[in-house]
């Protein structure tokens, strides 16, 4: 693809192929960087993204094709080759130890020194030197445990640039961050480019791209199917070329008056986290049929045990959950679904798929034992095979046959499966816990138009999600949770992420409208 200005890139990766057993993850692509430039590497979940990535850091080899860095040909054979020649990767995950200092952290693996002793006062100037040099201001000396997400990322840039990276890849940088974290970040990644470092972006969101980068590739299914400058691109364009087809990028929600009493309460809830510690600490909340209630939060503070308490697969310290008038909190999983109660799960593969069943047996799953999944004593597979059948149709599942394995199915496909079984039950109530995890926008977009069609349809709904962005779209009434407590609520029309955003991160008393 013919470049877009005429200055030599810092970095290219020309022809690069990488073949896995029965799946072509790049397909004879090629993208190049210049320095001092911030270049976004947009794509569906699957497009073939990180792995374009992983190759140039060192953790995949490529198939075939070339890597050349400053016009010299190099070879990766592991992320320390990568390291040496001057780059640096954030993954969406981090990779810190919770009980050691910024410091110690930060030089792992680098330790400054002779005969075996650490000068840790010369690591922590250094440090201390960085972090100013770019302004990442941090405590050298904090714990990372008791850090900020928005702070532990700060350490994996310093990470980086501790050990000289003069190129930076960012993997889904703002996946777990407040409105107000984003954009410290984009102040850090804007002074880097500013300094000369050049900076990949991994990323899925639309909003990113436009906010912060320069110029942009975008990948489909294994393919590099556009490059465009940011500048003169829209979000629209965009999408379409990332998932092939118009994208509806905002969905629709009427706005309407909700005056039925309530068929869901939390009342009091305290409940215990593994550690026996406090996560969810005196509760409230209740939600009415064709109103959906978003929890807004950063990750940590009860999401999780919230959820499994609601689903009945964790105990109640004390308090209650009423459904329908009754109080439901001892009552199993099982007689719950039963009540007419769904739940879509955070985790798919942990807790809303059996990967190795066929995907009619998990449309069956957990009414298995009720016609007409059974006759007699015994599964009803054609039954099981001619309802699945039908949910492919309606939920637009893209599969060869109902009697493939789950595990074999896409991530996106998979959620549909799990939003055909439990959606189709009819439900007067839905939990729906990090619906669009890692999805694209094309399954995010009816994803989401499934959600509204069951509030139009008067089911009470509890959504928790970690993208303030798909808590707006979505939510009549916003209740945001810090460290397991309800600190405010509010109704969607009349916040903005901003003010969420400041109580998420534990703001105290009025936040200061402009």
């Known amino acids: 693809m013919p470049s877009l200005d005429n200055t030599t890139p810092i970095l290219e990766m020309k022809n690069i192929v990488k073949e896995f057993p029965r799946v072509l993850a790049n397909d004879d692509i090629n993208v190049s960087l210049r320095r001092g430039e911030i270049l976004s590497l947009l794509g569906e979940n699957g497009a073939g993204k990180s792995t374009l990535m992983n190759i140039l850091y060192g953790l995949y080899r490529p198939t075939s094709g070339r890597i050349v860095l400053d016009g010299q040909e190099v070879f990766f054979s592991s992320p320390k080759d990568a390291i040496h020649h001057g780059l640096g ?29 650490i000068d840790y006062r010369q690591a922590r100037e250094e440090v201390k030197r960085i972090s100013q040099a770019y302004h990442l201001a941090i405590d050298p000396d904090a714990y990372i445990e008791n850090l900020s997400v928005g702070l532990q990322q700060r350490v994996e840039i310093l990470k980086a640039l501790y050990r000289k990276a003069g190129i930076l890849i960012l993997d889904e940088p703002t996946a777990v961050l407040t409105p107000q974290e984003v954009e410290e970040l984009f102040v850090v990644i804007r002074t880097l480019r500013d300094s000369g470092v050049s900076i990949i972006i991994i990323t899925h969101k639309l909003e990113e791209v436009m906010a912060i980068s320069e110029r942009v590739y975008i990948l489909r299914r294994g393919k590099l199917v556009g490059e465009r400058i940011t500048s003169g691109v829209t979000k629209e364009e965009l999408a379409n070329l990332m998932v092939g087809r118009d994208v509806v990028l905002q969905v629709h929600r009427k706005v309407k008056k909700i005056e039925a009493e309530p068929v869901f309460r939390l009342q009091n809830l305290i409940v215990h986290s593994d550690r026996g510690l406090p996560a969810v600490n005196d509760l409230s909340l209740d ?53 007419k109660m769904s739940y879509v799960p955070a985790d798919r593969h942990r807790y809303g798929l059996v990967l190795s069943m066929t995907l009619s047996e998990n449309i069956a799953m957990g009414l298995h034992d009720k016609e ?16 699945a059948a039908a949910m492919v149709d309606r939920f637009d599942i893209r599969t060869p046959s109902v009697e493939v394995r789950a595990a074999n199915l896409s991530g996106g496909n998979q959620q549909k499966v799990i939003l055909a079984r439990e959606f189709s039950r009819n439900p007067d109530f839905l939990l729906v816990s990090q619906p669009t995890r890692g999805l694209d926008v094309g399954a995010i977009e009816y994803i989401h138009s499934q959600i509204l069609e069951m509030r139009d349809r008067n089911v009470a709904i509890l959504l928790i999600s970690l993208e303030l962005e798909e808590i707006f779209s979505l ?39 402009t």
């Open 89 to 117: 990767m954030v993954h969406q995950h981090f990779m810190l130890v919770e009980t050691l200092t910024v410091t110690e952290n930060i030089i792992l693996g680098s330790e400054p020194g002779k005969g075996g002793f």
């Open 287 to 339: 939600i009415r049929p064709g109103e959906i209630v978003g929890i807004a939060g950063v990750d940590g503070n009860g999401q999780g045990e919230l959820a499994e308490a609601v689903r009945g697969l964790r105990n109640l310290e004390s308090g209650s959950i009423l459904f329908q008038g009754q109080d439901i909190s001892r009552t199993s999983t099982k007689e719950r679904i039963r009540r």
């Open 372 to 387: 007409p999944n059974v006759k007699g004593v015994r599964l009803n597979y054609s039954a099981m095979e001619q309802q």
């Open 475 to 513: 939510s009549d009434r916003i209740l945001v949770l810090y460290e397991g407590k309800i600190v405010r609520e509010f109704q969607t029309e009349a916040t903005t992420d901003e003010e969420v955003g400041y109580y998420m991160m534990g703001g105290k008393g009025e936040y200061a409208k």
